[in-house]
């Protein structure tokens, strides 16, 4: 469990009173987390709003955690010996 903020960017001209959010956390669809609380906020019309803190269940999966670490390397043209070898030491 870890704590996050979102912002709140409301297209509308109405203001909007905000009692609960549900998302799904996402990187390279690969799930890290949830939230699912409720809350309670304004956003004025035509505005961006910060939540205040909402607790993120976080995804501690090992596979996914490698999978999305091992991405991001490849992404940034890092070498992957050294993380592919944790990975067959580790099973």
């Known amino acids: 469990m870890t704590h996050v903020?979102?912002?709140?960017?409301?297209?509308?001209t109405?203001?909007?009173?905000?009692t609960g959010i549900k998302s799904s956390i996402k990187s390279m669809s690969l799930g890290l987390g949830t939230i699912n609380t409720s809350?309670?906020?304004?956003?004025?019309?035509?505005?961006t709003t910060m939540s205040p803190d909402l607790d993120m269940n976080m995804n501690f999966d090992?596979?996914?955690?490698?999978?999305l670490t091992?991405?991001?390397?490849?992404?940034?043209?890092?070498s992957m010996a050294?993380?592919?070898?944790i990975v067959v030491l580790g099973g």
């Open 5 to 12: 903020t979102v912002d709140l960017a409301n297209p509308f």
């Open 14 to 18: 109405a203001g909007l009173k905000i």
């Open 39 to 47: 809350t309670k906020f304004s956003s004025n019309g035509k505005s």
């Open 62 to 67: 090992p596979v996914t955690l490698f999978t």
């Open 70 to 78: 091992r991405a991001l390397a490849v992404k940034a043209g890092e």
């Open 82 to 85: 050294q993380l592919d070898s």
